[in-house]
């Protein structure tokens, strides 16, 4: 009995062999975009986990002085206090220091002082036995608050500045007295910055030749080893000026960023 060939589709077995090649030859190919898709989300995962910002560590709680401490390590009892949740530098009673050391970070706060006031924020603080003038204290890198209109000052210990070192950029732009600055000091390795207002109004390397000049044309010359420590507490000033912080948080920030 003859087979009858369908003409318009013609069933060769050539044609079969072609038709299950290219099916393989499909299903490899989205096969391998799979894998290709799934390795590539999984590096950029890995990626994502790797360089995650630490959160943010409230130091101040808006309601204690839970988390600082006098120089010693005690509670504070005299000098600060919270108001309206504010924390608040009242009357001489020493600065206060955070219970932790912090190397490399992002710390943020706000805040106003009194009219020809003087106060600062230090960090990376450490204890020298023999300190300014051969007398022990706790010595750190300071971010300068202060009243620059109230009196006449020399840039390196204006607002802002990094006390007695550098002074603030043109783009300093200070509030009046009343109302709250917004402030930001960035430290990584040797690198540091002071922010004020949304803007960078200082930039240093403790590693740099200009720091070392400056360093050595300045009272802390003195003071061996001075600012050479890798971490330290951060400290609130207590100059006999009342002040007012509040949002006062810390990142710490990954060394390999």
Request: hydrophobic fraction near 35%; charged fraction near 25%; charge should be positive.
């Amino acid at each position: 009995m003859r087979r009858t060939i369908n003409k318009k589709n013609p069933i060769h077995p050539l044609n079969i062999m072609l038709h299950s090649k290219n099916r393989s030859l499909s299903m490899t190919a989205i096969q391998g975009s799979t894998k290709a898709g799934l390795f590539f989300l999984g590096f950029v995962l890995c990626q994502s986990i790797i360089h995650a910002e630490e959160p943010r560590i409230h130091l101040f709680d808006g309601k204690s002085l839970s988390g600082w401490t006098t120089e010693e390590g005690k509670p504070v009892t005299k000098g600060w206090a919270v108001e309206d949740g504010l924390l608040v530098c009242t009357q001489r009673g020493g600065a206060i220091y955070t219970e932790d050391e912090y190397g490399d970070f992002d710390l943020r706060f706000q805040w106003k002082i009194a009219k020809r006031g003087n106060s600062g924020v230090k960090y990376r603080v450490a204890f020298y036995p023999k300190g300014l003038w051969g007398n022990p204290g706790w010595l750190g890198c300071e971010y300068q608050l202060f009243d620059d209109s109230g009196r006449s000052v020399s840039p390196q210990q204006s607002a802002g500045a990094l006390y007695g070192l550098y002074e603030p950029n043109d783009r300093k732009q200070l509030k009046p007295i009343g109302e709250f600055n917004d402030s930001r000091i960035v430290v990584r390795g040797t690198k540091i910055e002071h922010w004020l207002n949304g803007e960078k109004i200082v930039a240093a390397d403790t590693s740099s030749d200009d720091w070392q000049k400056r360093v050595a044309q300045s009272k802390f010359n003195q003071v061996e080893n001075i600012f050479k420590n890798p971490k330290g507490r951060i400290q609130l000033q207590d100059h006999g000026s009342k002040v007012w912080f509040r949002e006062i948080t810390i990142r710490v920030l990954d060394e390999s960023m």
